[in-house]
C-alpha cells in the first residue's frame, strides 16, 4: 500500500519540478514526521535514489478492527483519499490504483501480496510489484518500485503497534528525487486518516 501521494501537496511538488537540481541537493530532509500516534522517517535512501520509509504507529484501537480494515479493500478504498482502486485477482495478486491528483495521472500497480501469522503474535502483510502486470487502464501510469510490509501486533490490552515500512517509485516523470520530497508527508497524511476511519466504526 503503498507510498501516499496527496493532492495537498502537488503543489510543493511542482515547485520541485521545475528546479530539480535545488530538489536534488535538499533530499528527503532530515526531519521525522510525528502524527496521529506514528513516528515517519526515512530509513534509506538506495543508489537508485528509492526511500525507503519507515512508519511506527501506537494507536488506541482493537488490533482486530485494525486487521478487519487491512484486509477489506472496500474499507481502505473508503478510508485512503490516495487508494482510487484496490481489487485481488483469482491468482491472489492485487491490483492497486494510487490517486496523485491533477495534473498528474493515476499510478497502476499489480503486487504479490502475502499474509502470515507473526511467532510472537499478530500479522504480517508483505507485497512487492508482481513480475506479472495487469494491462495499464487508459491515462494511468505503471509504478516502477513498490514493496514493502505491515506488521501488526497487541499493543496493551486495547492498543495496536503498527510499523508499515515502503519503498516506492512512482514511475513515469515523478523521478525519485521529487517522490522524496512528499513521501514521508503522504505516508503521515494516510496513515492519519487511516487510523480515522477505524476509529469512527
Known sequence: MPASRLRSLLLALLAALATPAAAEARGD???????????????????????????????????????????????????????????RLPDGRVVQVHRVGWPLGDRQVTLDWRERRLPAGGVRFEYRRAANQEPLADGRVGIRED????????????GTRLVYTSRYDAGGALKPF???????????????????AIAAR
Open 147 to 158: 514493496e514493502g510490509r505491515w506488521e501488526i501486533r497487541r499493543d496493551g490490552e486495547r
Open 29 to 87: 530532509g532530515s526531519a521525522e514526521i510525528r502524527r496521529a500516534g506514528c513516528r515517519v522517517y526515512t530509513e534509506r535512501v538506495d543508489v537508485d535514489g528509492v526511500a525507503t520509509v519507515t512508519a511506527d504507529c501506537r494507536w488506541p484501537l482493537e488490533l482486530e478492527a485494525v486487521l478487519a480494515t487491512l484486509r477489506s479493500p472496500q474499507k481502505l478504498t473508503v478510508a485512503l483519499t490516495s487508494l482510487a482502486d484496490w481489487r
Open 178 to 196: 521529487l517522490v522524496r520530497r512528499f513521501q514521508k508527508h503522504g505516508i503521515a497524511s494516510s496513515l492519519e486518516e487511516l487510523r480515522t
